[in-house]
């Protein structure tokens, strides 16, 4: 029916009872879910099965209460954002100046974290949820119109997501007088044009108001004061609003029975890369740990071919990497984040020992260098430098001094002594995540991060690719800096051992 | 080439009037005028800033941010592989070459008869299906060399109309928002009040 | 240690009342006052502690790009690494601008700002006054280390007819592309791309035409955008420079008049908080090359059998002097006239209003041209431009003035984009304030004082005045109506609002300044258009040109030219030959901008010092020197020996000016106000709109910019940018003409006929005409738009026709 999901019939999904071909990439095994209870339906995605299905249901739950009985529950229920930074939804929502009108809601659908594979499928695949979840939230926080801001490579994800909306105003569940209340809403639907720091939840704001998605000035530190249109504006992430649904119709307890008390209910996780069985899952929040998640036989079954884990990216592509020693940290942001790195976004990139460190290193960094706004200037300038001189090095043509140069340009980024995500095995000293920084953003950090990660924890391959001279070569000099030039060095990582 | 035709006019004055500040609609806008030419022209962009009351040279600055909007002829089919992390630890590099041999061009090029250019591009949002790319924004997982050249020959010939339109297009099924159930746009300069439905402040507060 | 722990607090005997916007911070471990509000960038520096910076300017909002100015701030939660420009101090914060930490991070952005910028500081203009020079010493690294290719694009790139840039050496501050937009409100520079391939450009083909364009240059902190009249013109180290105040139009913007070599080269804004804060106009900032011409006058003339004659100063001061005897022994006093004086210094013009006055005894004195408003408007309570500019209500009756006094516009439009005021315009045609007006009220010309009538009994525009704080802004919004029309609105709209202040919108450089300090009619004297027709009668036996040209900028030509012919002596002070001077018995070279020093008053009465910074062109004097010579041999000694003696002079003699002495200037850079309160408020005048009969079309006529004037046709730079002559009338409009768009038409009105091009502008209104006055045409003197206009006449009423 699209190309979404026709094209993967080869592979499929299994839960412990059925087999789907329609979701790839999803594993639903034998665990609650709460944002994922529809995928097993081929047409999830229609209103007809949404209204089958308890669609709107909660919706109708809320409706039934005051608003703010709706957003005490929310808060209560402790709904953590999911979009990588990890506040709670409900604090979030009570940040907006008291008596200033109107307010809006921006919905975070600018997914394009390297290793985030997520909230594209909760929006082909049940976009009334989403829907759903916007209407609670903007009962809730008495939010006057909501912009629902979906990546723009992700075509499928918008015509669902349009014809979606199309259905629900049909049958009264968007626009006037929503269920003959005086709850009145309309939701916009908006699609980015390819810029990964959209996904900043100022950056988003200022693409939805027609501008260069550079993230804004802080303060204020939230959008929840002076947002969209300098109006109190509440941005939520996709997967953060499609966990409201399920809250009202099953209430606080059952939703705070799932996962830990600092991290209640579930969480969608991907895990990507050198394992036996690449997907997304929705994990209970908390208390599942990195072992399971890349080794349990319910999730990604371990590494592919008996290889050995090397490393990897517990929290999406700006998290500093782990290694063995971190398995057992449980999936929650204060373990994680004490530990030095951040469960993020709820991507793991695993990295077998046949990868080609620096390499992979440099693919994340030539990422952010490529995304960055060009605001901050170490971002724009040091991000781009740091990627030549991991491209040199990548190709042969490093000197002895450009493994402290990384680190110096990096500096500029990141000043002062920053996380490592390692262990008192190395001899090191975990400093708490995130770290000090001389951008607005996390781009620029982002792009020193893997830099970083990778000199701690693997300096030796970066060393054992230098040239045995100290000064570099006339001829050696790279193509100019261009998008293009950046993914063609990243080197041949699958299944090669460096020589 | 062209201003934006007056069928389109009509459709970016409908998606002007969904937002409080007409500006916001630079981007559909431009996707918009991408879909009529299959790129975005200069006298496009100048048309967009009549619409949203904005300088050519603000909807340029706009426009240029953001990767998706071209300004020169691409191919009918904009082969984007991806080559981050995920994808470049499951083979995209060779992938890539692969890709580069059977088009017969080198990446950020189009084929001479003008069917294909070819892209980098960074992550998909589909990590678990590495290595990927998108045919014009729609995706295809798990690549391997075959698949592509069997992709490229369904392309070729015309296979997968259905699927893929045209490099401009992206999403086929627009948003309509019917005029009996349509809010419109809520501006901060109409409105200061608490919607209908909140209570008022005092009761506000007053959650125990 | 908490407070409960310092129980001595307690007995502290109670402090002096605080001020409630002082905030106690620390910075660098000294204990500092600062400002509620204060950004802690503007704190440290005030408090001596400077921090680097690129891309903040006082003037315009932080945007926190270039992070240079990178501070540790500890606010309770130990030392955080923040933008300085972004935060603004809070009670007990601690700053360290210089600490470790601090330096690192100053000294990464530099070295990272400098990754990709060129080291061709040899041969860009900026060396030497560059901040990222200076920086680079003071806050650098001292080395790069970055061996990587640098970026490359073409080099430089004109983005307007004056602005070049070079997208290598752009640090990507903001501050061009954010003046464009938020100061100037010409956004047509943007960012475009994104990341390190981020530069600053312009739409292709739609050029950064901007009124304000030279600005950038000023502001930009490295050599990125260039100037076409300053490229490679000097060192900043050979410029010498003086400050001074712009006299090109009314506003008077201080300025830094830079020379080398005895030549201008250039000149700065300079930040004068009531005034222009920085900003200068291009008409103004490049308007040095016209008095570097090689077309000034160097010498006096006297009219011979064979034409202009040169002659030395001593024969052609014996010439003037006999002239003005043959007049009084022709005519009598009153048969002398002067016009001018609003082009010179108020002591050039006390001084020659002296010589009118007292010494030649005419009271047929007067400064303006027919193109100004009665000098009662002079005598009204006065506005300055920050009362302007924060008024709850700014009322504008005045010409465009992003056309005349284009720094007035940028202040009026800041205080409507920072939603200080609200703008009520009344006008006949959009001006460059329309889109930011509240409400423009479109009038016919000639009935505005109707227009006001009405739009007074609006209820919402009742409300609005009724909260008070009303400034009018008022002018001669259309050369091709009298004063009257103008005159009885603003009478209606100070009858209605007796509390509201005016603003005089009246244009040239110092003709509040030449008005207050003498240069109007005496007792029973003429106006200028009095002067005219008496001129035109032959009852003018001498007619006196201070600095002024009735041939160009009298809007009745034929008025100027039957006065010009029908004044028996001419004798004219100039530093141009034109078309007046060219009908003169003696010509007197003056001394022009920056070659002389003296005061000017602007139009709220502010009156500034300026500066002499080269020497005079030729031989060329100052007019008030001129005007104690004739006054010598007249035998009369006015007592100047000196530019000193006649500014004492000024503060003994002329109302108003008490305080204007020259150490209360010196004292005070921006000035010293100095009102005319002996000056009688306006009267009501009788509109006579007349009958339109035939004619289809009512005129307006006005100023741009750039037009024919001195100082853009002599000023190589600016003359291309005057647009040129057409006849403008709505779109709707053209239909109703019988032509097309670009074809010829004939104009007429009951005084003349001339062809035109016609021209679609939606700004211009139904029913109604327009034409910009004074354009440069092709073949000389070919049109006048002049010859349409009647001097006595309320209102000019046009026939347009397909030739």
Not at chain 2, 65 to 70: G, I, Q, S, T
Not at chain 3, 708 to 714: I, M, R
Request: glycine share 10%.
């Amino acid at each position: 029916m699209d190309a979404g999901t026709a094209s993967a019939g080869e592979h499929v999904v299994t839960t412990s009872a059925t087999t789907y071909s329609y979701t790839p990439g999803f594993y639903a095994g034998d665990r609650p879910r709460i944002v994922t209870s529809r995928f097993e339906y081929e047409d999830s995605h229609t209103i007809e099965r949404f209204l089958a299905t308890d669609g709107y249901v909660g919706l109708k739950a809320a409706l039934a209460k005051p608003a703010p009985a709706v957003h005490e529950d929310v808060k209560a229920a402790t709904v953590l954002g999911r979009g990588g930074a990890g506040f709670p939804a409900g604090t979030k929502w009570g940040l907006t100046p008291p008596g200033v009108f109107p307010r809006y809601l921006v919905v975070n659908g600018d997914e394009s974290e390297p290793g985030t594979y997520k909230d594209r499928l909760l929006m082909e695949r049940d976009p009334h949820q989403l829907i759903e979840g916007c209407l609670i939230a903007c009962y809730a926080a008495g939010l006057s119109q909501c912009f629902l801001y979906i990546r723009g490579e992700m075509a499928v994800a918008q015509e669902r997501v349009a014809q979606a909306l199309n259905d629900a105003y049909a049958a009264g569940y968007i626009g006037k007088n929503i269920l003959g209340t005086d709850f009145s809403l309309d939701i916009v639907l908006h699609w980015g044009a390819g810029a990964y720091v959209v996904g900043e939840e100022t950056a988003l704001i200022e693409s939805l108001e027609g501008n260069r998605g550079m993230p804004r000035l802080k303060p204020p530190y939230f959008p929840a004061a002076i947002g969209l249109y300098g109006q109190p504006t509440i941005v939520n992430n996709v997967e953060t609003l499609a966990n409201l649904p399920w809250l009202m119709r099953h209430g606080v307890e059952a939703y705070t029975a799932i996962g830990t008390a600092t991290s209640p209910g579930t969480r969608m996780m991907a895990v990507s890369g050198h394992v036996k069985r690449p997907g997304v899952f929705e994990v209970i929040n908390g208390s599942t740990t990195f072992r399971d998640l890349i080794f349990g036989e319910e999730f990604a079954g371990g590494m592919r071919d008996g290889a050995t884990l090397k490393a990897f990216v517990p929290g999406g592509g700006s998290a500093p990497w782990f290694v063995e020693d971190q398995l057992d940290l449980p999936l929650e942001g204060r373990a994680v984040g004490a530990a030095g790195s951040m469960v993020g976004s709820g991507a793991v990139m695993v990295m077998d020992d046949t990868t080609d460190i620096p390499a992979a290193a440099l693919t994340l960094t030539a990422f952010y260098a490529h995304e960055s706004c060009g605001k901050c200037a170490p971002c724009r300038e040091g991000g781009t430098w740091l990627m030549r001189i991991l491209e040199r090095i990548v190709a042969g043509h490093g000197t002895s001094r450009d493994l402290d140069q990384l680190i110096q340009v990096g500096q500029t980024i990141c000043p002062g002594n920053f996380p490592h995500a390692s262990s008192e095995r190395l001899g090191l000293t975990a400093v708490p995540f995130p770290y000090k920084m001389t951008t607005i953003c996390f781009v620029g950090p982002s792009a020193y991060t893997p830099v970083h990660s990778a000199l701690t924890l693997f300096r030796d391959e970066f060393e054992a690719r230098l040239m045995k001279r100290t000064f570099i070569p006339v001829t050696a000099v790279s193509e100019p800096a261009t998008a293009d030039s950046t993914s063609l060095t990243a080197a041949s990582m699958a299944g090669t051992v460096h020589s | 080439m062209a201003r934006l035709s007056e069928d389109n006019v009509r459709i970016a004055l409908e998606i002007i009037g969904r937002y409080p500040r007409a500006k916001s609609a630079t981007i559909p806008l431009l996707h918009l005028a991408q879909q009529q030419d299959g790129f975005v022209t200069n006298e496009a962009m100048a048309h967009i800033g009549e619409l949203v009351g904005t300088t050519s040279a603000e909807v340029l600055g706009t426009a240029t941010f953001y990767e998706m909007f071209k300004f020169e002829p691409v191919g009918k089919y904009l082969v984007n592989i991806c080559g981050t992390m995920s994808c470049a630890l499951l083979g995209a590099e060779a992938l890539m070459h692969h890709a580069e041999h059977t088009l017969g061009i080198k990446a950020g090029s189009t084929t001479p008869d003008g069917l294909f250019t070819l892209e980098h591009a960074e992550c998909q949002a589909a990590c678990t299906e590495a290595p990927t790319l998108q045919v014009n924004y729609r995706y295809r997982f798990r690549v391997t060399n075959e698949t592509f050249d069997q992709l490229i020959d369904d392309l070729r010939n015309g296979r997968l109309g259905d699927e893929i339109p045209a490099h401009g297009t992206v999403a086929k099924i627009r948003q309509r928002i019917p005029a009996d159930r349509g809010v419109g746009a809520v501006a901060p300069e109409d409105v200061t009040e608490p919607p209908a439905w909140m209570p008022a402040p005092q009761a506000q507060g007053s959650t125990s | 240690m908490t407070a409960t722990d310092t129980p001595t607090l307690d007995d502290v005997p109670e402090p002096a009342p605080v001020d409630p916007n002082a905030v106690s911070i620390t910075i660098n471990g000294r204990a500092v006052t600062a400002r509620k509000g204060d950004l802690i960038i503007t704190a440290a520096e005030n408090a001596g502690d400077y921090i680097p910076r690129f891309c903040y300017h006082e003037r315009m909002s932080s945007v926190g790009m270039c992070r240079m100015c990178l501070v540790e701030v500890d606010t309770g939660r130990g030392p955080q690494i923040m933008p300085s420009c972004m935060f603004p101090v809070s009670p007990d914060m601690k700053v360290y601008t210089d600490s470790p930490v601090a330096k690192a991070a100053q000294e990464g952005v530099i070295e990272l700002l400098l990754a990709n910028h060129p080291l061709d500081c040899p041969v860009c203009d900026k060396g030497g006054e560059c901040p990222l020079q200076d920086q680079s010493f003071s806050h650098g690294p001292g080395e790069s280390r970055y061996v990587e290719e640098k970026r490359h694009y073409e080099k430089p790139i004109p983005i307007s007819d004056l602005v070049f840039l070079d997208r290598e050496r752009c640090i990507l501050c903001d501050r061009c592309t954010r003046f464009a937009d938020e100061v100037a409100g010409d956004a047509l520079i943007s960012f475009t791309h994104r990341g390190n391939l981020t530069q600053v450009n312009t739409f292709p083909d739609e050029p950064f035409a901007s009124y304000f364009s030279g600005n950038t240059v000023q502001i930009c902190p490295v050599g990125a955008l260039t100037a076409s009249p300053y490229r490679f013109k000097a060192r900043p180290w050979d410029l010498q420079e003086a400050e001074s105040t712009c006299t090109t139009c009314s506003v008077g913007c201080r300025t830094a008049v830079q020379s080398t070599r005895d030549e201008l080269v250039r000149y700065q804004g300079v930040d004068s908080d009531p005034v222009n804060w920085g900003w200068l106009c291009d008409k103004g900032r490049f308007g040095f090359e016209s008095v570097g011409s090689d077309d000034r006058l160097a010498t006096p003339l006297v009219l011979t059998a064979t034409g202009h004659q040169p002659t030395s100063w001593n024969s052609a001061i014996n010439s003037t002097v006999q002239l003005i005897k043959d007049a009084l022994a022709a005519g009598g006093p009153s048969s002398i006239a002067l016009l001018g004086g609003a082009r010179g210094t108020n002591e050039d013009a006390f001084a020659f209003a002296r010589l009118a006055h007292d010494v030649i005894g005419t009271p047929n004195v007067s400064s303006q041209l027919v193109d100004g408003l009665p000098v009662g408007v002079l005598g009204l309570p006065r506005a300055t431009i920050d009362q302007a500019a924060s008024a709850k209500t700014i009322i504008l009756l005045a010409p465009d003035l992003k056309e005349e006094l284009p720094v007035l516009y940028l202040r009026l439009r800041d205080a409507v984009e920072k939603k200080r005021s609200k703008i009520l315009e009344f006008t006949s045609k959009g001006s460059g304030l329309t889109k930011y007006a509240w409400k423009t009220v479109y009038y016919e010309p000639g009935t505005q004082a109707d227009a006001v009538t009405t739009a007074l009994a609006d209820p919402a525009i009742a409300v609005q005045i009724a909260s008070g704080d009303v400034v009018v802004v008022a002018g001669r919004a259309n050369l091709a109506e009298s004063s009257a029309p103008t005159i009885a609105a603003l009478n209606v709209l100070l009858g209605a609002i007796p509390t509201a202040s005016v603003l005089p919108a009246l244009r040239r450089g110092n003709v509040v300044g030449a008005t207050q300090v003498g240069i109007r009619p005496g007792a029973g004297g003429l106006d200028s258009r009095g002067i005219l027709e008496a001129a035109a009668h032959g009852s003018i036996e001498c007619l006196i040109l201070l600095g002024s040209d009735p041939l160009s900028d009298v809007p009745d030509a034929d008025l100027a030219r039957r006065a010009l012919a029908g004044a028996r002596r001419i004798i004219a002070i100039d530093t141009f030959v034109n078309d007046s001077t060219a009908l003169a018995h003696v010509v007197l070279p003056a001394a022009g901008y920056a070659e002389k020093i003296g005061t000017t008053t602007n139009l709220e009465g502010r009156t500034t010092s300026l500066a002499q910074k080269i020497t005079a062109h030729g031989t060329s004097r100052p007019d008030w020197m001129i005007a104690g010579e004739i006054a010598r041999q007249l035998g009369t000694d006015l007592g100047f020996s000196s530019v000193a003696d006649v500014t004492a002079a000024i503060a003994t003699h002329v109302d108003g000016y008490d305080g204007v002495t020259t150490n209360a200037l010196a004292a005070a850079p921006n000035g010293v106000i100095a009102l005319a309160p002996s000056i009688d408020r306006v009267n009501t005048p009788t509109v006579d709109l007349g009958d339109r009969n035939a004619y289809d079309f009512r005129l307006v006529v006005s100023r741009k910019l750039y037009d024919a004037g001195v100082a853009v046709a002599h000023a190589p730079s600016l003359a291309p940018l005057a647009p040129g002559v057409a006849v403008f009338v709505n779109p709707l409009d053209v239909t109703r003409i019988g032509s097309s768009i670009g074809a010829e038409v004939t104009v007429s009105s009951s005084t003349g006929r001339i062809v035109l091009t016609l021209r679609a502008d939606a700004s211009v209104q139904r029913g109604s005409a327009w034409v910009p006055f004074n354009q440069p045409t092709s073949a000389a003197g070919a049109v006048k738009i002049g010859d349409l206009i009647d001097a006595g006449a309320s209102v000019t009423d046009v026939r347009i026709e397909s030739i």
